[in-house]
């Protein structure tokens, strides 16, 4: 079975300053790979995915993440942080169960923002 | 596009009581949907996948009967939480594929959820 790792819970980056958070999975085949912004109390929204190809993936809002087979890992950067990226982040991975694509999501990683 | 909605976003009830919670692809038909659930300061977790015209999967440690999944249409599944408990109290959110999509890979599209409180 898959399984997601974030190990930071908690983050904090002063406004401007470039963001790293981290996300390690574990999975036999070649992953799916999601990153997923959640806002209080509201839903998942999308901000990049991997399937395959090019290994540096663009996402939405100046995202951006690496997939690296042999770290295991994916993870998401942004070279300046903006106030307005405060929330909760999270990693995860898709694999084929039973003809359905099952997401395993990681623990996240919540994201403070000073000034 | 791919937009998918949930009502109500909030609900608050009394201890045995019912709750239905709808999920709806708003442009575009889903054929596969999908359940999860939300604890505080948590990750989401699957409880179950649901499939337009046929009985839904559920994951291992989900009780089928409390949970009642229904995908009667391509655009609109429910949840309905039975005989409810304080602790099934959580956030629930709906994900649906769409329509023709490889449901092993393609995409799920999230709704923003619906915070179900149980007093």
């Known amino acids: 079975a898959q399984s997601v790792t974030q190990p930071d819970i908690h983050i904090t980056v002063s406004e401007g300053a470039s963001l790293e958070l981290r996300c390690n999975y574990s999975y036999g085949a070649t992953p799916y790979l999601f990153w997923y912004v959640q806002s209080p109390g509201q839903g998942l929204q999308l901000l990049l995915k991997?399937?395959?190809?090019?290994?540096l993936v663009q996402g939405i809002k100046g995202f951006e993440a690496e997939f690296k087979r042999s770290q295991s890992s994916f993870n998401l950067r942004k070279p300046s942080v903006h106030w307005s990226d405060a929330a909760e982040y999270f990693c995860a991975v898709g694999a084929n169960s039973g003809g359905y694509q099952k997401v395993t999501f990681g623990t996240g990683t919540k994201l403070q923002v000073i000034p | 596009g791919a937009v998918v909605s949930q009502h109500p976003s909030r609900v608050i009830c009394k201890s045995g009581t019912s709750v239905k919670i709808e999920c709806r692809s708003l442009d575009f038909q889903a054929t596969t949907m999908f359940w999860y659930r939300q604890f505080p300061k948590q990750s989401l977790m699957l409880m179950a996948t649901s499939n337009e015209g046929s009985k839904a999967t559920y994951e291992q440690g989900v009780e089928k009967d409390k949970f009642l999944i229904n995908h009667a249409s391509l655009t609109l599944s429910t949840l309905t939480v039975t005989s409810a408990h304080p602790e099934d109290s959580s956030f629930y959110i709906c994900s649906a594929n769409l329509q023709g999509a490889l449901v092993t890979t393609d995409t799920q599209y999230f709704g923003p959820g619906t915070r179900l409180t149980v007093l």
């Open positions: 991997y399937f395959s190809g090019d290994t």
